[in-house]
């Protein structure tokens, strides 16, 4: 992660705006930008509010809505304020909550039924609404950032007739400007983006303009007695302007969050300010996404944050909380950045694999991760993340602060390499799950004396499928790779060795004669079991052609020191002629069907 002061050169694939916490201060609107390779957090500096006509005030991107009538009440479930003869855009002012999700008090109407009302009166915008013939209405709107805070319901009784409902039996609330002790306590926290026009803040010319607008526009006296209140929070403002600097060069020497606030309060009352509205930024945080990985557990814990997440890049920095508004746009969110990282991912591994030999071949690579429990009991047990990869017939950790692999050298340097065909994986049901992370599995590793059996977990149940799919197929090819493996043991006091045949099955040789003492398929094989040292047992059936159901099978009994790799190969073996059972019956199938 690093920042830049020139503007991002790369094309930007999706752009939004979010929540951004970093634990110690409030959190703050920014800028979430998501390229090719890297994710860009752009801090808003400041923002400025311009004239309160449609086309200066500053809003957000425009969204089509589709409402549909009330079945009793025959409403579209909304109040507006404004029209052209106001001086208003068209503004939700109140929405019930049938349509919560859809609007937003503060929304800004600019077309019904694809027909611009820019230059429609109040009273001509009721009118078309109330003569639509159809159960649907269709709108397009813009949130005003800058005009919500006119809109907030408030327990007066005071009704302006600049709103009219919309909804029958709901009365319409009234503007409510907020108070100088609030405005000044606002801009103290850096809270206030402009929430008043630009074009009133001059002394000299505020008496002016508003008599204008009183005289040629505004003949309701509660539309005089709205402006009117205007203009007096807006000189207190003025009064207020010289403490306000005063404030703001006091806390530029104190920490850096502050210092931010008091240049946004600096910036937002400068008289020097023009009438467009604009948006600056300040220097921008880029993630890159090459083997990062994002979550929505709060760190190292199993609880889920609600609406946020947060990325973690391969050189250990993290981007903060980001808060989404909804949770459809949290998913959405790491949806895309998890298809970028997935992208990196494929792209680097490619490159990779044209330096190793075919038998060596990166097949695939995850974050995943793994629940460590404290040897302390007076410590809960915690999540870490850990760098799985299959390559070849072999499986790599990188943990204990090992980044993931960038070149083959990196494969060299990993201590934890592991055959595929002596690593067991289980699922985990959800009754037998240690806490409330689900998509849950143990990993459990023969030869691996630190930690015999891992619980590790993935966030989502696709995450988990798809590992569960590539770890088959590598078992595969490792199987297949393979053939045979052979282990010494005592049967019935002889040396001998067992050999496990992906075409044969079991067999067992005598060292001293080579001669076969016994040999079963894998589909004669009915239960096996053992003691958990150094003894396993086996049950064969005589013979599948056999008729007779009530034939006793076969028991064998077998002692090895590597009993716990034996188990784990013999488990590999038996699951790598499943799948090549259920691929048959799959095959067989698509050309009977076809």
């Not at 319901?153 to 009704?159: D, F, G, L, M, V």
Request: hydrophobic letters at 35%.
């Amino acid at each position: 992660m690093h920042d830049r002061q020139q503007p991002y050169s790369i094309e930007v694939l999706f752009e939004d705006r979010v929540t951004l916490s970093d634990g110690r201060s409030k959190p703050h609107l920014v800028l979430l930008q998501l390229t090719s390779e890297t994710l860009i957090i752009r801090r808003l500096k400041t923002a400025q509010v311009s004239s309160i006509n449609n086309q200066d005030t500053q809003t957000i991107v425009s969204r089509n809505v589709t409402l549909r009538r009330h079945p009793k009440t025959h409403s579209f479930g909304f109040s507006i304020k404004g029209g052209c003869n106001t001086g208003f855009p068209v503004l939700i002012s109140r929405v019930v909550y049938t349509n919560a999700h859809l609007l937003h008090v503060g929304d800004a109407i600019l077309s019904i039924n694809n027909e611009d009302i820019s230059n429609l009166t109040h009273d001509e915008v009721i009118t078309k609404l109330r003569t639509i013939s159809n159960d649907q209405v269709d709108l397009t709107v813009k949130y005003m950032t800058n005009m919500a805070p006119y809109l907030q319901s408030t327990p007066s009784t005071i009704r302006s007739s600049l709103s009219s409902s919309v909804v029958p039996s709901i009365p319409p609330t009234s503007f409510t400007l907020p108070t100088s002790a609030s405005v000044r306590m606002r801009r103290q926290k850096n809270r206030l983006s402009a929430e008043y026009p630009c074009r009133y803040h001059r002394p000299g010319k505020q008496q002016q303009r508003l008599s204008l607008m009183l005289s040629d526009q505004l003949q309701d006296t509660e539309e005089r007695e709205l402006l009117s209140r205007l203009l007096l929070c807006e000189n207190e403002n003025e009064r207020c302007r010289r403490q306000l600097n005063a404030y703001a060069r006091q806390q530029k020497q104190e920490e850096e969050e502050e210092q931010q606030a008091t240049s946004s309060i600096s910036t937002l009352i400068d008289e020097d300010d023009e009438d467009n509205a604009t948006v600056d930024y300040v220097p921008v945080q880029e993630y890159s996404l090459l083997y990062a990985y994002v979550t929505q557990y709060l760190s190292g814990t199993d609880k889920l944050r609600t609406n946020s997440f947060q990325l973690h890049t391969l050189d250990g920095s993290q981007s903060g909380i980001i808060i989404a508004d909804t949770s459809v746009q949290q998913h959405m969110w790491i949806s895309r950045i998890n298809m970028v990282i997935h992208n990196l991912t494929t792209r680097t591994l490619t490159e990779l694999n044209q330096t190793l030999l075919p038998s060596e071949q990166v097949l695939y690579a995850t974050w995943i991760h793994e629940r460590i429990a404290k040897v302390d009991q007076n410590r809960l047990p915690e999540w870490k993340a850990m760098f799985l990869v299959f390559k070849g017939s072999d499986l790599y950790i990188f943990d204990e602060n090992k980044p993931p692999p960038l070149c083959a050298y990196d494969f060299i340097c990993c201590s934890r390499v592991y055959p595929i065909v002596e690593v067991l994986i289980e699922m985990i049901s959800p009754k037998y799950r240690l806490d409330d992370r689900q998509h849950c599995f143990t990993l459990t590793l023969s030869t691996d004396v630190a930690t015999q059996s891992r619980y590790l977990n993935f966030e989502t149940k696709t995450e988990l499928d798809e590992f569960n799919s590539n770890w088959q197929r590598s078992l595969y090819m490792a199987v297949h790779a393979l053939k045979t493996r052979a282990f010494g043991c005592m049967y019935q006091g002889q040396i001998c060795r067992l050999i496990i045949d992906i075409f044969k099955g079991f067999e067992m040789l005598n060292n001293e004669t080579n001669l076969t003492l016994w040999s079963y398929t894998f589909d004669q094989l009915q239960s096996s079991s053992d003691n958990g040292r150094d003894r396993i047992y086996f049950e064969f059936k005589r013979d599948l052609v056999s008729s007779e159901k009530n034939e006793a099978p076969v028991r064998i009994e077998v002692q090895c020191q590597h009993l716990r790799i034996l188990i784990h190969v013999i488990n590999a073996f038996l699951t790598v002629k499943l799948i090549g059972k259920r691929d048959d019956t799959i095959i067989q199938e698509n050309l009977s069907s076809d």
